[in-house]
């Protein structure tokens, strides 16, 4: 499970600091893809292939199922760590995720989320918390 918020900078080259409690679960190789809300989602290998099983099921049919298979797997790549703990991520998904120099790596669950720390920033207005959590607990999720 991954958890925590971790800040760092982008370098001239597009090489991001993996931190070492997620490379710890991600390995040396995983995959980078555009997330939502405008961030980046990181798979470990072994999720990424339960993802994709789980897509493999959906018909084709499905128009909407159809757009977000090509959103989610063609902005995908697979990234690997090199002896410093960075990864390069391409240039489509830092353009995707506003992501210039500062960065926020964030543990949720199953993923890791990358953001630009100007739109982590601007997406933490958490005043509407206490609405959120009773549409959760409809949902069976409650805290």
């Not at 997330?35 to 798979?43: E, H, K, N, Q, R």
């Not at 992501?99 to 949720?108: M, N, P, R, Y």
């Amino acid at each position: 499970m991954f958890m925590g918020e971790y800040n760092h900078t982008i370098d001239a080259k597009g090489r991001l600091i993996v931190p070492s409690k997620f490379r710890e679960q991600l390995g040396n190789e995983f995959v980078v893809t555009k997330g939502l809300d405008g961030c980046l989602f990181v798979y470990s290998n072994e999720e990424w292939q339960l993802i994709e099983e789980r897509f493999r099921e959906k018909p084709l049919t499905s128009k909407d199922a159809r757009k977000f298979m090509r959103f989610f797997f063609a902005g995908a790549t697979s990234c690997e760590v090199d002896k410093q703990g960075r990864i390069l991520i391409p240039a489509n998904l830092r353009e995707y995720a506003g992501i210039d120099k500062d960065v926020v790596s964030v543990g949720v669950l199953s993923r890791v989320e990358i953001w630009s720390k100007d739109r982590w920033m601007d997406n933490g207005d958490y005043d509407d918390m206490d609405e959120i959590a009773e549409h959760m607990a409809e949902l069976g999720l409650g805290i």
